[in-house]
């Protein structure tokens, strides 16, 4: 088949299908008021903060800090609005619990392993003696743990209890979601332990054999069977953007899984860009939209005010989904791929600075003149990195696409530590933000110790910027070390040394914080600590109702 | 937007266009490549020794996929000329890797065909190579008092046996070693006319 015809057919195609959704969005593309914005707000609420995660001082003060920047004291609420989003919270409280301890247990796993592995690359003869110990299997199994446990556990926990809040319906169907959670966990314990014995489909991303990758299938069914229940019933007639990246993300997320883990489909060569379509997409059509849905969402709900641009948010939606999917073949460049697949994986990488400039510029706007909110807002402080880590995630992988970067990143540690800023600076600071404002508005109870919040926060950021800067550095130096045929081979690993050390020494730092934040969980939940007044946002609605109740 | 059936049926499409792109074109056009003529099958012993190279995550330090001369040094290092298609037309599920802690193993059996090297060198990597930071496998093999009759020695650098025994490879040591004996693409990259 002549490649330039395909290329060329491929671009045709995709610029007359973007054309047509642009033209079938176009009542919201040119919409210039911002009524799609506001449907996360009740009537009158906009200015009012709703942080659970902060103590009542901070939430005085993060009040206080929105009110001087918009000029405007804050009002409440109207609470029929409030009392359909404390129904909503109700009926997922009990899922999304079970959701997060699962997601909080692979995170202790995946760190545990991400720490040895990292160990192991300096001292090569530490725990060699067992063979799922072995730097392969270890790695692997990190790996996995983030990627089907972490980071899917806690994303799918965040969608379960947003998604009824923005539909203002209770989540129907939610025993479907606990069996296909109880069956996944099941799957990533046994496809863990597969790794661990060495039997793997040995594809990066795709290790845990195919048999497994089923229940993993099913039980992603039951858990999307919830939220497509009560989207179809949902109360209002407009979908929040959050919805369309979670919405979406769950209806990809399965094509990609079964596309890949077919047996018997792909061989050879062909493979390896299935493998790299897989592996890309699963961050960025998958990860990416869960965790930029809890941004948009939750950013404009602790400072009370809604996203500037609704334009600029389906922009940066259409974007993404239209160019990220093409990226994946920049994991091969310089390989026995076709060239033209190469080419076009570059050109969309990056065509990717649309959507990403897109959302950057819209949470910026939205945050402007708010930002001292930041200080007072535990979960604002882990979204706002979060968000920020994805604008520099974006940039950085599109200009590594470029051939001469890659030339020189390709094959290094550089690529190791782009992809940790995107899954853990981005995606997993996220996370830790949205589930330090879910937990105390799921069990109604606060978060006992402020400051192992901080401590969290802290030795995470700092950790993460040590093992980045170390890896990037490692990465970069070894890329060079490689390029100059005149130096030795081993030149390009003994350059890293002193980096890879500095790496595990960030990695234990993180590793330190995911102590704190897990010690943190289970103290809640053990309604362990000092006992301070329930958030008020919280107990008003209920109170509401018994009032209501009692006049009726 | 307000219809839920517009929205995902619009990321469907898009998803459609970058699943043809990176899965089915590739698919038509190069999943069925022949065999170069150079190229052999692999034989029992090394497949064997290939699900030992994945079951321990080799290809997560080593890549199989030598690139262009002008792109980079690879050939220089000896590492072999760039592959192509036709190269990988046994290779289930392939291997090309994206990661270069250790070097490129398209060619290490034309680098480095002796068995006894490789069985010493996953004991101990680090008496061959003194600054190696890859893992040392000791759980491929075993100590015995006297090898049997059967058994495939290790032959180490002097000291580095542990006195009074032999050290002797576990069949998936020696299978892993037949398997990268057998890496070799030496052969021309184009096929003959």
């Known amino acids: 088949m002549n490649t330039v015809a395909i290329l060329l057919s491929a671009f045709v195609l995709s610029f007359v299908a973007l054309l047509a959704f642009v033209w079938s969005q176009r009542t919201g593309l040119f919409d210039r008021s911002s009524r799609g914005a506001e449907v996360i707000f ?6 009012r903060i709703e942080e659970p995660a902060a103590t009542a001082a901070e939430q005085g003060s993060l009040q206080q800090a929105i009110d001087a920047a918009s000029g405007a004291s804050s009002t409440h609420a109207e609470s029929d609005e409030l009392v359909d989003r404390a129904r909503a919270d109700a009926s997922t409280g009990p899922l999304v619990f079970f959701f997060f301890c699962c997601a909080i247990v692979w995170l202790l796993v995946a760190s545990a392993a991400g720490l040895v592995s990292s160990i192991k690359l300096h001292e090569p003869d530490w725990l060699v003696g067992q063979a799922w110990l072995t730097f392969g299997r270890i790695r692997t199994i990190h790996l996995n743990a983030v990627a089907y446990g972490w980071a899917p556990m806690a994303g799918l926990g965040i969608a379960m209890f947003v998604i009824p809040r923005l539909l203002k319906t209770p989540l129907l169907g939610s025993r479907f979601a606990f069996a296909g959670a ?140 239209f160019f990220y999917g093409q990226v994946g073949g920049h994991h091969l460049i310089g390989g026995p791929v076709p060239e033209w697949m190469i080419t076009l994986s570059i050109v969309q990488s990056m065509m990717m600075i649309i ?28 979204i706002g990195v979060g968000g920020l880590m994805y604008t520099a995630s974006s940039v950085q992988g599109s200009f590594e696409a470029l051939r001469s970067i890659n030339a020189v990143t390709h094959f290094t540690h550089y690529t190791v530590a782009h992809a940790h800023l995107g899954l853990y600076g981005f995606v997993s600071f996220v996370f830790f933000g949205a589930i330090y404002f879910t937990m105390p508005r799921i069990t109604a109870r606060e978060w006992p110790f402020p400051w192992l919040i901080t401590a969290h926060f802290w030795l995470v950021s700092a950790g993460f910027a040590v093992y980045f800067a170390s890896l990037t550095t490692a990465g970069w130096l070894q890329g060079q070390a490689m390029l100059d045929a005149a130096r030795p081979f081993m030149d390009s690993v003994t350059v890293t040394l002193p980096w890879l050390k500095g790496r595990s020494v960030g990695g234990a730092m993180m590793v330190a914080g995911h102590l704190a934040f897990a010690a943190h969980f289970v103290l809640m939940v053990l309604n362990a600590g000092p006992q301070r007044e329930k958030p008020a946002l919280f107990r008003r609605p209920f109170g509401r109702i018994v009032e209501n109740e009692a006049a009726g | 937007m307000n219809n839920e059936i ?27 490549t022949p065999p170069l003529p150079g190229l052999k099958p692999y034989s029992s012993a090394e497949l064997r020794g290939r699900e030992v190279y994945i079951a321990n995550g ?92 059967d ?21 998936e040591a020696v299978d892993l070693v037949r398997y990268l004996q ?12």
């Open chain 1, 182 to 321: 109880v069956l996944w966990n099941a799957a990533l314990i046994a496809g863990l332990g597969s790794i661990a014995a060495g039997i793997s489909d040995g594809l990066e991303w795709l290790e845990i054999p195919w048999q497994i990758g089923a229940l993993f299938a099913v039980g992603g069914a039951l858990i999307g069977l919830p939220l497509v229940f009560t989207l179809v019933n949902r109360k209002v007639d407009h979908l929040y953007v959050s919805v369309w990246y979670m919405a979406c993300a769950l209806f990809w997320l399965p094509v990609l899984f079964v596309v890949a883990k077919t047996p018997g489909l792909h061989h050879g060569v062909q493979q390896a860009a299935m493998n790299w379509w897989f592996g890309h997409n699963v961050l960025g059509l998958f990860y990416t939209p869960l965790a930029l849905a809890s941004v948009y969402y939750f950013l404009p709900k602790v400072i009370g005010r809604p996203i500037q641009s609704y334009n600029l948010s389906l922009l940066g939606f259409w974007g993404l989904a």
């Open chain 1, 355 to 382: 959507p990403v400039a897109a959302f950057t510029v819209n949470q910026y706007q939205t945050l402007q003149g708010r930002l001292s909110a930041l200080r007072f807002s535990p979960t604002l402080r882990f």
């Open chain 2, 151 to 171: 058994d495939v020695v290790v032959s180490l650098p002097a000291g580095l046996a542990p006195a009074g025994s032999v050290v002797v490879a576990r069949p």
């Open chain 2, 6 to 32: 517009k929205l995902v049926s619009g990321a469907m499409v898009m998803l459609a266009l970058a699943t043809s792109a990176l899965v089915v074109l590739p698919y038509l056009q190069v999943r069925d």
């Open chain 2, 182 to 193: 057998s890496l070799d693409r030496s052969y021309p990259g184009v096929a003959a006319q």
């Open chain 2, 58 to 149: 080799c290809v997560y330090c080593h890549s199989q996929q030598p690139r262009a001369r002008n792109f980079a040094p690879d050939h220089a290092r000896g590492w072999g000329r760039a592959t192509v298609a036709g190269d990988y037309a046994y290779d289930q599920p392939h291997l090309l890797g994206t990661m270069r802690t250790g070097p490129d193993l398209m060619n290490i059996g034309v680098r480095q065909p002796s068995e006894a090297w490789h069985l010493g060198h996953l004991f101990q990597p680090r008496a061959y190579v003194p600054d190696s930071i890859m893992p040392s496998y000791p759980f491929l093999f075993e100590l015995k008092a006297r090898a049997d009759r």
């Open chain 1, 42 to 47: 009740a009537p009158r609420e906009i200015g």
